[in-house]
């Protein structure tokens, strides 16, 4: 029964009256009550409906959400373990809550998911975490001093994000500094800028607290870890196939950004002038399928593969540690990557794996290849390791091996430690971290 006449029940004085509706601004039929309805009774029953409305806000932001998620099948209050993994050698079993404060959309953290069965699903050693990626709207001022940590996405839009203040911040809250760009891709800021005073860091470096490569090489259980050019026994079982089946066309790159801080389109665009080099993306005129999550889709690096012999595994940034998933996107099928980074690839890759194109001008590189290309045998050669190592590659990897490991520190470490502004201004400015000439025209 419409307010108005309910109202009226128990009043003779009310009458009501019914309006038709004029355009789009009113329904089609609306009652209101005349002036003669008593006004006190009106104001009580609308203070009574805004003061309703709010414990429901509340109950449903502060407890609904809790203990809807406390109920979940298989999991236990916050002082109880979730699973017998987390409950061994006396560790800290409490379930650790991770703020996401910005960019949730991102594939690095929105490929991984939320709340407590993530840490589970993807088969973390410690599973009692829980991630939540957004902040509640209305009442986040209030919650955020509960967080074990607080994940900050150093990307652009970080930046426009405000810090929490400094009084909703506990003692031991771990503030995480999350990137997996380079520092050039990143603005220039002074030591204020990093007022938050980070505990950890979780980057693509190798001295990060948390680590988030974008791929990893590792050994088989043989453990051979050497270019067997000593050894050509163990050059055989790659010798008895020929990878380059099926491959018609010499080299191909794909890029998006086309003016670099590393200044890898100069040079492609000299090697261009000695060999041809097929180019894909915003820098070419050739096109391949992107994916939302996994940047190319995975049907460009299979045409890559089954067409050419090798792959540009140029990066944008000539930056310490800095190797993306242009390497090991390709490292991981059948190609030969030729790679342009700051990174020590010795350290990354078994040796005779890739081609370093900082070692070479452009046309000695295009003259090397060009002797590839001629001879089978020595092309094989790079695909030796291929019998004693794996790959991961792919941003999935990437987040589940970051986010299980910040779930396994949490419970783990319990040594508080910051970093100043200087110190990350150090590792994260593209003068210091990122020299753009070594030496050479290109490197």
């Known amino acids: 029964m419409p307010l108005c006449r309910w109202m009226c029940e128990f009043d003779s004085r009310c009458s009501c009256k019914i309006h038709r509706g004029r355009g789009d601004r009113l329904p089609p039929r ?5 002036n003669r309805y008593p006004r006190l009774m009106l104001t009580i029953y609308f203070s009574f409906s805004f003061v309703n409305v709010c414990v429901m806000v509340w109950h449903n932001n502060f407890c609904t959400t809790e203990s809807k998620s406390h109920k979940d099948k298989g999991e236990q209050l ?23 404060w910005n960019s949730p959309h991102r594939p690095e953290t929105l490929i991984f998911g939320a709340g407590r069965k993530v840490f589970q699903q993807h088969g973390c050693e410690f599973s009692n975490c829980e991630l939540v990626i957004s902040r509640r709207p209305l009442f986040h001022d209030f919650a955020v001093d509960s967080y074990d940590a607080i994940v900050f996405n150093i990307i652009d839009d970080y930046w426009t994000a405000k810090l929490p203040k400094p009084y909703q911040r506990k003692k031991n809250q771990r503030y995480v500094f999350f990137t997996q760009e380079s520092p050039s891709a990143l603005k220039n800021y002074d030591d204020v800028v990093y007022k938050a005073k980070f505990n950890w860091t979780m980057t693509y470096r190798k001295n990060s607290d948390i680590q988030l490569f974008y791929g990893r090489i590792t050994p088989k259980a043989s453990k051979v870890q050497l270019w067997p050019e000593n050894n050509k026994a163990l050059l055989v079982p790659t010798l008895q196939r020929n990878f380059t089946a099926n491959k018609t066309k010499l080299v191909a790159w794909m890029a998006s950004k086309c003016v670099t801080h590393s200044r890898r389109e100069d040079y492609v665009k000299e090697l261009r002038k000695h060999l ?23 049907k460009c690096y299979d045409m890559l593969e089954y067409n050419y012999k090798f792959y540009l595994s140029f990066e944008n940034s000539i930056c310490e540690d800095y190797v993306t998933e242009k390497f090991f996107n390709i490292i991981s099928r059948n190609i030969v990557p030729v790679v342009f980074g700051g990174a020590d690839y010795s350290r990354i890759a078994p040796p005779h794996s890739y081609i370093d194109a900082r070692k070479y001008e452009p046309d000695q590189l295009a003259a090397y290849l060009k002797i590839l290309d001629a001879n089978d045998t020595l092309y094989n050669e790079y695909f030796w390791w291929k019998e004693y190592y794996t790959v991961e590659a792919g941003v999935g990897q990437m987040a589940r091996r970051g986010f299980c490991d910040l779930c396994k520190k949490l419970h783990q470490d319990q040594h508080y430690k910051s970093y100043s502004g200087r110190t990350l201004l150090s590792q994260w400015t593209t003068r210091l971290a990122c020299p753009q000439q070594i030496h050479g025209l290109f490197n």
């Open 30 to 34: 609306m009652f209101s009550c005349s």
């Open 78 to 100: 916050n002082d109880q373990p979730i699973s017998s993994k987390s409950n061994k050698g006396g560790r800290d079993d409490r379930i650790k809550s991770i703020l996401l």
């Open 276 to 298: 041809q080099v097929d180019i894909y993306g915003e820098c070419g005129k050739l096109s391949c399928s992107q994916h939302d999550l996994v940047f190319s889709h995975p």
